[in-house]
């Protein structure tokens, strides 16, 4: 089975019809054990490369139908990141050593 990375970005998240725009697609071959491990590293340098605005976007490791065709709803896994001043935004949490503390 032939399979795809896909890249979307969340839009009109604020309204209760967001969606998900596709920004890239890219057939890959490969062990789906090891596409599923490069997903995220590949999601990161995507959104960096195409040099992304700031926002919510998903990678997909998709199964490709025989026409070429996808469906995320069925992705075998997918990462979420969130993008910001260009690089990923990851929130403080109690073990990064941030002071979490209410004053």
Known sequence: MAHGYVLTEE????????????????????????????????????????????????????ELEDDGTFDTYLALCFEVIIWFYEQEYVPATPDSGADLSVQ
């Open 11 to 62: 839009c009109n998240s604020g309204g209760h019809f967001g969606f998900d725009k596709i920004q890239t697609f890219e057939p890959i071959v490969g062990d789906p054990a090891e596409l599923r491990a490069g997903l995220r590293a590949w999601t990161l340098a995507t959104v960096a490369r195409e040099r992304l605005g700031d926002g919510r976007y998903t990678g997909y490791l998709v």
